[in-house]
């Protein structure tokens, strides 16, 4: 069973626009939530993240919000530059003896175009 | 960039051959994962470590094993590599996740290296 879902494989924007990406998770024990970017063949790398205490982090033009009732979050970007082409994948995190246990959706591939 | 180097960076082996994967780090973190990606799957957490000789499964852990002898390397095994193991294997660091106050989480980012490619023949 996956925990976190990613349900939309691919997003096309246009430049200057709003990209939002969606991620819906399943285990009410996570309790923080990490967005990472990934080019190909590079890591992913961190973007944004929130604690399940807030409903919303800003960073820039990266926001996310989470609803803990819905079991769900989103990262709006805004507005969208050709630079954010890549795979976003979003995370959710249990601590376990302090490590930081993170469970992976399927990603979402997003192009903007020009 | 954290410094996270993995090596190597591409391997390609036979079936029934042992594999090792290094990850180095140099920020003297005191957490790190072994993760790997497929299509469909994003990345699974296969092993991780708590410090020097300390580990634990993650939810892929079958078919690998993990070392830790000093802080700044984590060493992923495969002991008779299999085609299902051909991924992209890439490595975490971060440093400790603590309950805030009112148990709440002070986090730290998680920092992935490069990755390696790995093609089980």
């Known amino acids: 069973d996956q925990q976190v879902k990613q349900n939309s494989p691919s997003l096309s924007v246009q430049e200057g626009r709003i990209s939002i990406l969606n991620c819906d998770y399943t285990?009410?024990?996570?309790?923080?939530f990490l967005w990472y970017k990934k080019y190909p063949a590079e890591g992913p790398t961190f973007l944004i993240s929130?604690?399940?205490?807030?409903d919303k982090n800003e960073d820039g033009r990266f926001t996310v919000f989470l609803n803990k009732s819905a079991k769900h979050l989103s990262l709006h970007i805004v507005p969208s530059q050709p630079g954010d082409s890549a795979v976003y994948f979003c995370a959710a995190s249990q601590i376990s003896q302090g490590a930081q246990k993170l469970v992976f959706g399927q990603g979402t591939r997003l192009t903007i175009n020009p | 960039d954290a410094g996270i180097t993995q090596s190597p960076r591409h391997k390609v082996t036979e079936t029934g051959t042992p594999v090792t994967l290094r990850c180095h780090q140099t920020?003297?973190?005191?957490?790190m994962y072994w993760y790997r990606q497929d299509p469909g799957h994003g990345l699974r957490l296969i092993h991780y470590s708590y410090g020097v000789k300390d580990t634990d499964k993650g939810e892929v852990s079958d078919g690998y094993s993990v070392s830790r002898s000093k802080t700044e390397d984590f060493l992923l095994t495969l002991e008779s590599a299999t085609s299902s193991q051909t991924s992209v294997y890439f490595c975490?660091?971060?440093?400790?996740?603590?309950?805030?106050?009112?148990?709440?989480?002070?986090?730290?980012?998680?920092?992935f290296g490069p990755g390696t490619r790995l093609l089980v023949l």
């Open positions: 975490a660091i971060s440093d400790r996740a603590t309950p805030g106050t009112s148990g709440r989480a002070s986090q730290e980012t998680q920092y």
């Open positions: 920020e003297n973190h005191r957490y």
């Open positions: 285990n009410s024990m996570f309790d923080y």
């Open positions: 929130i604690s399940s205490i807030k």
